[in-house]
């Protein structure tokens, strides 16, 4: 008996490895990331990598970005995408360290879209992601150390990590659960809300930003730059204080495009991601962001213009000048 269920096991993942790239887009998208980082290897223009989530991909499209630069006269730059699906902080910081850092490749300029609650203290939103995707168990020490604190969490990353049967499990549910009318789209919304109340539960309704913190570090200390950017949701969220602080403080900058001129409730697709239209108009905001401020114009072009708002201490925090905190 206990043969038998090795054997479907290991034909199981047998068959994963070969078909799991048309499990989903992000499956392929994440084989695809240390090709898209060897572009920056490519030329002499200074290099820009956004890393996100959906959030990006649906609303960043780099060639609007670049169009908005047209008039200011500064050289071009390259820019690369990185969104792995219905991810937070804590799985960016672990892509940029497998990925980004092992791969001794800098960008100039490290963009994080971010929306609401994205970059508070929060449990780790799929550890077997973590384990078997992000993470592996060439950072599992720091994991345990910082993230997955419990027993019964780290089995689960090391079943994430030596199994693609279990680190994919939720796809294959997904997959399941995409037969039925609708789900895609609702799926991020439901996610969305479930994170936000195990994180007000996580530090009672005052959110920390601990990992903020120690991500900024390990980022900056690779003398790469660090931009924030707020991205739209059909209500504006609030952005705290401690938020402001702790990137100033850590030498990031931030960035708030939720003021992005709105037409209506057709700017989303799916009450969550920016329609082609809005998403337009926010790269063409962010591109004008990235030329108009110091911050981000003196880790690309190595001078800055002036119009910039700044912190009492620490380096600027900025907005663009025509939108309002």
């Known amino acids: 008996m206990i043969a038998s269920v090795l054997v479907v096991l290991l034909l199981g993942e047998a068959g994963l ?74 799985d960016w910081l672990y892509v940029y360290r497998r990925f980004v850092q092992s791969s001794n490749t800098k960008p100039q300029l490290l963009i994080i879209c971010f929306a609401d609650k994205h970059l508070e203290d929060s449990p780790v939103h799929s550890i077997e992601r973590l384990g078997g995707e992000f993470a592996g168990f060439a950072y599992a020490s720091e994991a345990f150390s910082h993230d997955v604190l419990t027993l019964s969490d780290r089995v689960r990353y090391v079943l994430g990590a030596t199994s693609r049967l279990w680190a994919n499990r939720e796809r294959i549910q997904k997959r399941v659960l995409s037969l039925i009318p609708g789900y895609q789209d609702l799926a991020p919304i439901i996610n969305d809300v479930f994170r936000t109340t195990k994180q007000s539960e996580a530090h009672g309704n005052k959110p920390t930003y601990n990992q903020l913190a120690r991500f900024i570090d390990i980022v900056t200390g690779d003398g790469i730059k660090v931009v924030f950017v707020a991205t739209p949701l059909p209500e504006r969220y609030a952005l705290a204080d401690e938020l402001y602080r702790t990137i100033s403080q850590g030498g990031a900058a931030i960035v708030d495009l939720q003021g992005i001129e709105r037409t209506g409730t057709g700017d989303f697709l799916d009450g969550y991601h920016l329609a082609p239209e809005a998403a337009e108009r926010f790269s063409k905001a962010l591109g004008n962001a990235l030329v108009d401020n110091n911050y981000a114009h003196a880790a690309l072009w190595g001078s800055g213009n002036q119009g910039l708002r700044t912190e009492s201490s620490g380096p600027p925090v900025f907005e663009s000048s025509a939108l309002a905190r």
């Open 17 to 90: 490895y070969f078909t799991e790239d048309r499990l989903s887009h992000d499956m392929q998208h994440l084989r695809e990331i240390p090709a898209i980082l060897n572009g920056f290897r490519q030329g002499t223009s200074p290099g820009i990598l956004f890393l996100g989530n959906s959030l990006t991909h649906r609303g960043v499209f780099p060639d609007i970005v670049k169009a908005a630069w047209s008039n200011a006269n500064v050289p071009d730059a390259k820019i690369g995408l990185v969104y792995p699906d219905d991810t937070i902080l804590t």
